[in-house]
């Protein structure tokens, strides 16, 4: 077997070689880092290392983990923001302010998918007398930010209410609006309200036309047993009704959740929730296969969604 001549150690001509080496290996190293870059999308680039996953629910600052997600990457979000000052939710109100809103609404208008919906469900704080109106200043940001005001709906909060002042009526609703970007891509509306009146009927609108000699001009139409859902929901109150609700100071019901869910979505999409708190809305999304990302600042809260979450999944597997 043929050897290679080696040239002696510490030659000048044996060190530049070496030296070359490096170098070359170096630069190759260098244009494939570059190229792999680059190959990144932009609206992934600059926003760290680690991507988002999902069915999980990050530890952390709704508005630093947002910025992992991608553009147009999101069907659906449920969620409710802190109130002005109502609840302390475990001390974290000092880090809510309309300024940190606003750069969450951005943050939502960015990684919501083109005719995708965000489920916002708010209320106002009474101060000095007079309502806050925040929830309508949020609202009015949303717009600003792009998006569309597709409907204002009620939660209705059925044997419950808050004294916002002794001389005013009992409050016992929020503010759900359902904002759009664009034009509305799913809307699968739910049909349980029973009609009055069930079969066919004569009616008249104004599209149908005058005659000379019969009058007002009928026609027939055949009303379903179950009608479109009013944008009034009314649901029972969660507060202090389990252990998990217990420990959290303004949870929703998972109904709610769930046919805002299911009414603003398919199997198989993604909901964002923002501001997770005991994880009722991956607990309806996991009922309702559809898949979830959640960010929730504190930890205790972040614990005992995690805690209903392989509950969940248990009681799933057992099914």
Known sequence: MATVPRRPA?????????????KQTVTSVAEAFSQWWQSIPDDVRGRGYRMIELN??????????MKRIPDDFVDLTVT???????RTYNGNIEQWSFEKFQGIAKELYRVTKQGGVVVWIVGDATINGSETGTSFKQALYFMECGFNLHDTMI?????????????CYLQNFEYMFVFSKGKIKTFNLIYDRENKVVGRMKTNTNRDKYTADTGRKYREITTKKMGRRFNIWKYEQTQGHDAYSKKHPAPFPETLAADHIISWSNEGDLVLDPFMGSGTTAIACINTNRNYIGFEISKEYCDIANERIRKTLAEKEVE
């Open 155 to 167: 939660y209705e909060k059925n044997g419950a209410g808050a004294v916002g002042s002794n001389k």
């Open 56 to 65: 999980k629910i990050y530890n952390e600052d709704c508005l630093e983990g």
């Open 10 to 22: 510490g030659s000048k001509e044996g060190i530049t070689g070496t030296f070359e080496n490096i």
């Open 80 to 86: 409710s923001p802190p109130y002005d000052n109502l």
